[in-house]
């Protein structure tokens, strides 16, 4: 099984107050009706990609909750409960943990320090963990355990200047192979995989999102799409510029897992 072959996924509903959501800079946030229109075509698609999808409530007093992948990291036999570097976002794991506890064998926490789950890339030898304005050494580390815990290997990576999250500047394209900002291209961050790099002028693009035999990519990066078929894999294009404007991209809207 590859490590995108997933069954399952966990999704939340964008509140209202998404329209408050954190960004980098003083522009306006999106509209409401924009943003569930993307999270309603990101559910859809799943589904048509065959992944049994679970919507939560949404929390008003979460502008960023409908981003998931943040307050958790989860894997078939098991979740690792994360404690956000953003003080509006800590709250997020508290409302996602029964959620986590309901669906997964084994709920593990961060003992210490902090993690977004966008700071986290699953290759299929290891775990990379970005270090960020979110996710720091401390954080990295014991999530290294948590990881262990479930058998996994975790490495800690930086993440280059100017981008949220690790994953804001990547995303694998196939097992061997990860898409990156030109930032991200290095040899010492990705272990000898392969990498395309994605073009300059459409860097907010990068965080694109394998499930199973697709790639998800915003509808606005045709080169990245052009890029990820020169490989033989299919894409799917999906309206991302709303939760673009809350610095997200398609990987942020869910958990994604093989139920064991
Ligand atoms: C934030 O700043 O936390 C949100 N506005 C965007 C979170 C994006 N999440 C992700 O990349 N995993």
């Known amino acids: ?82 404690n956000s570097g953003a003080p509006s976002r800590a709250g997020e794991v508290a409302e996602i943990a029964p959620t986590l506890e309901r669906l997964f064998p084994q709920v593990l926490s961060l003992i210490e320090g902090h993690v977004d789950g966008g700071d986290v890339l699953v290759t299929p030898g290891e775990v990379l963990i970005g270090l960020s304005a979110r996710t720091d050494q401390t954080g990295a580390e014991a999530l290294i355990v948590a990881l262990a815990q479930l ?59 394998r499930v199973r035999d697709t790639v998800l990519v915003g509808e606005e990066f045709p080169r990245i799409r052009d890029l990820v078929e020169a490989h033989g894999v299919t894409t799917m294009a999906l309206p991302v510029s709303a939760i673009g404007k809350i610095d997200a991209g398609l990987s942020c809207m869910s958990l994604r897992w093989l139920a064991t």
């Not at 990101?42 to 409530?57: H, K």
């Not at 975790?154 to 100017?162: E, M, N, W």
Request: proline share 5%; aromatic share 6%; with cysteine.
């Open 151 to 209: 058998g996994r290997k975790g490495r800690v990576v930086a993440t280059p200047a100017g981008v949220l999250h690790f994953k804001t500047g990547c995303g694998l394209i196939e097992e061997e192979t990860v898409a990156v900002v030109a930032e991200l291209d290095d040899d010492a961050l990705f272990g000898g995989m392969r990498r395309v790099i994605v073009p300059a002028e459409e860097a907010a693009g990068a965080n694109l999102l």
């Open 1 to 82: 099984m590859a490590v995108y072959d997933f069954t399952h996924a966990l999704l939340r509903a964008p509140s209202q107050s998404v329209t408050q959501g954190l960004r980098d800079g003083d522009h306006d946030g999106p509209a409401y009706d924009d943003v569930l229109r993307e999270h309603t075509a990101y559910a859809a698609a799943l589904r048509s990609l065959g992944l049994a999808v679970e919507i939560l409530e949404p929390l008003e007093d979460y502008p960023d909750s409908i981003f998931v992948e943040d307050p958790a990291l989860v894997f078939g036999e098991g979740a690792i409960l994360l």
